[in-house]
């Protein structure tokens, strides 16, 4: 779906009262948990999104290349009741989670259009780390192709290794070497 020539011309006339925000919607095994950011909740006419107030943090969506898929980086605030310690601290509930991160483009306090997509990942990971001033959920959400973080026809990393055999080291310096992986040549022409 896509914006209409009507929203973009609105868009256009008020292109100084635009407020974008964020939406993150997360699939835990319990229920479907829609957070928005800001200090206002809003209803898509079918769900209620929840005021974020801060609880949710995304970092930056890294370009992927050919054969690898970043993940993306999301800090939860531990201070939550929507996002309680058994959400977390249970793995069966969390684990292979979907989280989608949008964009809302809004004209005083409306939505305009279709949400624009920025991410779709699954929980592979959560952290707490706690230090004297903040105490968080780090959540690293792998994206769609994370299963094609591979190298090039005749190239081999550590990485590769890892994913084979984690704990070998045989492969541990290769990315030191001049070519940045080891090379195998002649080994496909047989």
């Not at 209620?48 to 800090?75: C, F, N, Q």
């Not at 979907?98 to 306090?109: A, D, K, P, S, T």
Request: some cysteine; overall charge negative; glycine content about 8%.
């Amino acid at each position: 779906m896509s914006f209409t020539p009507a929203q973009i011309a609105f868009l256009e006339a008020n292109r100084d009262a635009i407020e974008a925000r964020r939406s993150f919607e997360i699939g835990f095994a319990s229920g479907t948990l829609r957070l928005i950011e800001g200090s206002t909740p809003w209803h898509d006419g079918t769900h209620t999104w929840l005021a974020a107030h801060g609880v949710i943090e995304a970092s930056g969506i890294r370009a992927s290349g050919v054969m690898d898929a970043h993940p993306a980086k999301y800090r939860f605030g531990a201070v939550s009741r929507e996002l309680s310690l058994a959400h977390m601290n249970d793995e069966a509930e969390w684990r292979d989670a979907v989280i989608h991160q949008r964009l809302l483009l809004f004209v005083e306090g409306a939505a305009v259009g279709p949400a624009i997509h920025i991410h779709r990942g699954r929980i592979s990971d959560i952290r707490r780390p706690e230090t004297e001033t903040d105490d968080y959920f780090a959540i690293t959400a792998e994206g769609p192709f994370r299963d094609r973080n591979a190298t090039f026809l005749g190239k081999y990393t550590d990485r590769d290794q890892q994913m084979r055999t984690p704990g070998d080291r045989g492969c541990e310096y290769v990315a030191l070497y001049e070519t940045s992986g080891a090379e195998f040549t002649g080994w496909l022409q047989q």
